[in-house]
Nanobody, 114 residues
Framework: QVQFVESGGGLVQPGGSLRLSCAASGRIRFSTMGWYRQVPGKQRELVASISIGGSILNLRDSVKGRFTISRDNDKNTVYLQMNSLKTEDTAIYYC????????WGQGTQVNVSS
């Protein structure tokens, strides 16, 4: 199993930007990877996913044009660049394999507030 450590979250004003990082303890180069988010009382939702080769497979409608996902297979790391943040983006963000996910990490908290 691979462990994930998410980082880069924080408090940002609406319209601001954050770049999240997800460091995996093992190789993920042969896995489709995704960034997910969850708010209290709601199910975890997929925000964006990226193919083995680095193509963006999926972007949630609400983040299109604002978020982008990327990966560095040599560093076993996945990134989520978030621009033009909105209050509704407030959540805990996680990364994981899209297929056959490993145990979830602690996530990184993103708070968008004025």
């Amino acid at each position: 199993q691979v462990q994930f450590v998410e980082s880069g979250g924080g408090l940002v004003q609406p319209g601001g930007s954050l770049r999240l990082s997800c460091a995996a303890s093992g190789r993920i180069r042969f896995s489709t990877m995704g960034w997910y988010r969850q708010v209290p009382g709601k199910q975890r939702e997929l925000v964006a996913s990226i193919s083995i080769g680095g193509s963006i497979l999926n972007l949630r409608d609400s983040v299109k044009g604002r978020f982008t996902i990327s990966r560095d297979n040599d560093k076993n790391t996945v990134y989520l660049q978030m621009n033009s943040l909105k209050t509704e983006d407030t959540a805990i963000y996680y990364c994981n394999r899209v297929n056959n996910p490993d145990p979830w990490g602690q996530g990184t908290q993103v708070n968008v507030s004025s």
